[in-house]
């Protein structure tokens, strides 16, 4: 079981040189140049640095395309360029995996699941569900562009860095490009994160509302669970990050009253 780092730099997790933070530096330098001067000339920041919130899923992180053709020397030879974006999760004609023709193998497991203080719910000893599937890369265990199949027109390496290998650069939204990776990388000890694989039962907690209501509001139970994918939708940010719905009054969606807790997963 990876134990997660307390204080990350960047380049630990790759250790790349110092020639290499060197680099980045100076190209950050110029970068926050160039944005001062486009900003002294009314001009638009470049934007480089943040993603649109895409509505369709070539315009979000979960493009891994982007990340893939990004000719920066720090990016070379990250991920391999499948130049299709579905690939990474899916395969199209190949029936690789499970359905929806998923196309990534399933982690190893041994997670320690999230803990219910007061737990009313039945939550499953290990992820199930859709939740294995976003594991699948965001636990860090797998390589990004570790698919069961490539495309057949693929014939290129893999390199199989793994999410929390980003991270190691790609932390409090250094560098410029991507996300601010923090949280991005779950690890396999999920204490932080929200419970999920809960089988939702409200009858067992009054502090929750009725099914319908959660659903009504347009979160999704499978089988009557909680799954990563009750709260997120993994193909539009049109509510980033990834949410199904917009932030506001989200938990109160089936918590009746405070859940005392600012954040869905790090707390
Ligand atoms: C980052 C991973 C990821 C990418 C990339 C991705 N999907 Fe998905 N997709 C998922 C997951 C996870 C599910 C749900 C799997 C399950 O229900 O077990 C899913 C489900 C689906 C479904 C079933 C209906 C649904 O919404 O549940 C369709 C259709 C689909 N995806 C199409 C696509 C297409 C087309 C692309 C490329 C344009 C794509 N997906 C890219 C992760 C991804
Ligand atoms: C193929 C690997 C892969 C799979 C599968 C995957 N993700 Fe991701 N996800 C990523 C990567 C990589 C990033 C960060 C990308 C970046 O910043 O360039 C990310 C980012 C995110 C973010 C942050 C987005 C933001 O705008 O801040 C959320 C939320 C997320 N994923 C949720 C999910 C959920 C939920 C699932 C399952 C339904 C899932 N992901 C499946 C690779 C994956
Ligand atoms: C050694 C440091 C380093 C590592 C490790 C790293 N990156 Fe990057 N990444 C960078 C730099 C530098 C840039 C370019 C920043 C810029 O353009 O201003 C970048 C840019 C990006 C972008 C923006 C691409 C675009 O075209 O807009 C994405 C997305 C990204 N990285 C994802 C990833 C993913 C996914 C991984 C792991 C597979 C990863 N990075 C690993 C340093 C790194
Ligand atoms: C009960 C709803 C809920 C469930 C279940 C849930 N999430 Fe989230 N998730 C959220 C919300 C809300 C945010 C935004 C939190 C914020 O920005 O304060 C978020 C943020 C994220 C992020 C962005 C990083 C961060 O912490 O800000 C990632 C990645 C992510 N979720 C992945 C997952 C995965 C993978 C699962 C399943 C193992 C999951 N989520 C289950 C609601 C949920
Ligand atoms: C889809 C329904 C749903 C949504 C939306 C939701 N939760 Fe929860 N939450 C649950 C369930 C189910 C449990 C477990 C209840 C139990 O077993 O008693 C839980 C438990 C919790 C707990 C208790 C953990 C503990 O240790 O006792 C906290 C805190 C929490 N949620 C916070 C939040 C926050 C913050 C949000 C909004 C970002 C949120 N929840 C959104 C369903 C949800």
């Known amino acids: 079981m990876a134990t997660r780092p307390t204080a990350r730099t960047p380049h630990a997790a790759t250790g790349h040189a110092p020639a290499a933070a060197l680099r980045l530096c100076v190209r950050r330098a110029a970068l926050l140049a160039l944005a001062a001067l486009a900003a002294g000339l009314g001009a638009p920041r470049p934007s480089a640095a943040q993603w649109p919130n895409g509505i369709t899923i070539d315009q979000t992180p979960h493009n891994l395309t982007r990340p893939a053709k990004n ?14 974006i579905c690939v990474y999760c899916h395969a199209p004609h190949w029936g690789a ?12 497991g041994g ?15 290990q992820p199930t569900g859709n939740s294995v599937k976003c594991l699948s890369c965001h636990d860090g265990t797998i390589g990004l562009d ?3 199949k490539p495309p057949i027109t693929f014939s290129g390496p893999r390199f199989g860095q793994t999410i929390d290998e980003c991270e190691g650069c ?23 994160q929200h419970p999920f694989s809960v089988l939702y039962d409200p009858s067992r907690d009054p502090n929750f509302r009725s099914i319908a209501e959660v659903e009504a509001a347009g979160l999704v139970l499978y ?15 049109r509510y980033r990050p990834f949410l199904r719905i917009p932030r506001t009054g989200f938990c109160s969606v089936c918590h009746i009253g405070n859940p005392g807790e600012s954040t869905a997963h790090h707390w």
Not at 111 to 119: G, K, L, Q, W
Not at 174 to 188: R, Y
Not at 223 to 237: F, L, R, S, Y
Request: proline content about 12%; overall charge negative; glycine content about 10%.
């Open 71 to 84: 000719t920066d020397p720090d990016m070379r030879n990250r991920i391999a360029d499948f130049d299709e």
């Open 97 to 108: 995996g499970p359905t929806p023709l998923w196309n990534r193998p399933n982690p190893a």
């Open 111 to 125: 997670y320690r699941m999230p803990e219910i203080n007061d737990p009313d719910m039945i939550q499953d000893p």
């Open 146 to 148: 570790g698919v069961i």
């Open 170 to 192: 790609h932390s409090g939204g250094n560098p410029a490009g991507g996300i601010d990776w923090e949280g991005v990388w779950l690890d396999t000890d999920l204490r932080k």
């Open 223 to 237: 089988d009557g669970k909680v799954q990563c994918m009750t709260c997120h939708e993994p193909h539009t940010e």
